[in-house]
């Protein structure tokens, strides 16, 4: 008899657990926001807009964390492509000039070499045509020799008086030539300057690309300088490494001067 009422009061608890669910409450204590701080108790007038500009001043801090800027990756970036390094410091409008003089210097350099190609195909086809020679393994000596004399024998008479170490060339086709009149000769001779001189332009191009990588790491560094004049010491590695790299620049003396240091503790 008490198991049978032992059993019926255990049946209706649990009933009675699951209809009327037991209700708890937890409370779980947070730390105090930067922007809780009691603006409701103040008036607009009493608060005079200081709480607005604390406000302000405190999302500036928490959602907009301040950039660390490397003064040496800057230069780098510079130095492998004008202008990357201003892009990288926030400097877009002389980044833009620095990368499209850039663009500019490549493509002179490209369509200068082409158009020596051009040409150097054009004056050897009139040397074939006009002067019979085979431009079967011919150097550029050869094309030179060509310009200033008429025939083989008046270059191997003539030519090799001035300059002993010049190549004899023996009879045979091989090393034939004879102008067919001045005017092919003197046609040859123009499109051979013409395209020397593009190849000339070609490679003051490169020269140009280099100037303007040392001008753009140069003005990078004068624009980090400005925001942070002190030395500026950037480690590439990890924190628990040794390796550090230095760069110190005076820009504002008689002599301006660059240095970069390499560093490694043992």
Same mark, same amino acid.
């Given at each position: 008899?008490?198991?049978?009422?032992?059993?019926?009061?255990?049946?209706?608890?649990? $009933? !009675?657990?699951? /209809?009327? &669910?037991?209700? %708890?409450?937890?409370? *779980?204590?947070?730390?105090?926001?930067?922007?809780? +701080?009691?603006?409701?108790?103040?008036?607009?007038?009493?608060?005079?807009?200081?709480?607005?500009?604390?406000?302000?001043?405190?999302?500036?801090?928490?959602?907009?964390?301040?950039?660390?800027?490397?003064?040496?990756?800057?230069? $780098? !970036?510079?130095? /492998?492509? &004008?202008?990357? %390094?201003?892009?990288? *410091?926030?400097?877009?409008?002389?980044?833009?000039? +620095?990368?499209?003089?850039?663009?500019?210097?490549?493509?002179?350099?490209?369509?200068?070499?082409?158009?020596?190609?051009?040409?150097?195909?054009?004056?050897?086809?009139?040397?074939?045509?006009?002067?019979?020679?085979?431009?079967?393994?011919?150097?550029?000596?050869?094309?030179?020799?060509?310009?200033?004399?008429?025939?083989?024998?008046?270059?191997?008479?003539?030519?090799?008086?001035?300059?002993?170490?010049?190549?004899?060339?023996?009879?045979?086709?091989?090393?034939?030539?004879?102008?067919?009149?001045?005017?092919?000769?003197?046609?040859?001779?123009?499109?051979?300057?013409?395209?020397?001189?593009?190849?000339?332009?070609?490679?003051?191009?490169?020269?140009?690309?280099?100037?303007?990588?040392?001008?753009?790491?140069?003005?990078?560094?004068?624009?980090?300088?400005?925001?942070?004049?002190?030395?500026?010491?950037?480690?590439?590695?990890?924190?628990?490494?040794?390796?550090?790299?230095?760069?110190?620049?005076?820009?504002?003396?008689?002599?301006?001067?660059?240095?970069?240091?390499?560093?490694?503790?043992?």
């Amino acid at each position: 008899m008490r198991s049978i009422k032992f059993i019926c009061l255990y049946s209706l608890l649990f $009933v !009675l657990f699951f /209809l009327f &669910p037991v209700r %708890g409450e937890a409370k *779980i204590t947070l730390p105090i926001s930067p922007l809780d +701080f009691p603006v409701g108790t103040m008036s607009k007038e009493e608060m005079g807009g200081f709480a607005d500009n604390n406000v302000q001043d405190t999302i500036k801090s928490v959602s907009m964390p301040s950039k660390s800027i490397s003064r040496t990756k800057a230069v $780098v !970036l510079s130095l /492998l492509l &004008p202008g990357a %390094g201003h892009f990288y *410091i926030g400097e877009k409008g002389r980044g833009e000039i +620095f990368t499209g003089s850039e663009v500019v210097i490549w493509a002179g350099f490209f369509a200068f070499r082409t158009y020596g190609e051009w040409k150097k195909d054009d004056y050897i086809r009139l040397a074939q045509s006009h002067a019979g020679i085979d431009p079967n393994g011919k150097n550029d000596d050869f094309y030179k020799y060509l310009t200033f004399y008429d025939n083989r024998d008046d270059y191997n008479k003539w030519g090799r008086v001035p300059d002993a170490q010049a190549p004899y060339y023996p009879p045979g086709r091989a090393f034939y030539w004879q102008w067919d009149s001045q005017a092919s000769q003197d046609s040859y001779r123009a499109a051979r300057n013409s395209s020397k001189s593009a190849f000339r332009k070609a490679i003051f191009m490169i020269g140009a690309a280099v100037v303007n990588r040392i001008v753009s790491g140069i003005d990078v560094l004068r624009l980090t300088n400005k925001a942070a004049p002190q030395e500026e010491e950037d480690d590439f590695s990890n924190k628990g490494e040794k390796i550090k790299f230095k760069v110190r620049a005076d820009l504002l003396k008689h002599k301006p001067s660059v240095s970069i240091a390499l560093s490694r503790r043992f």
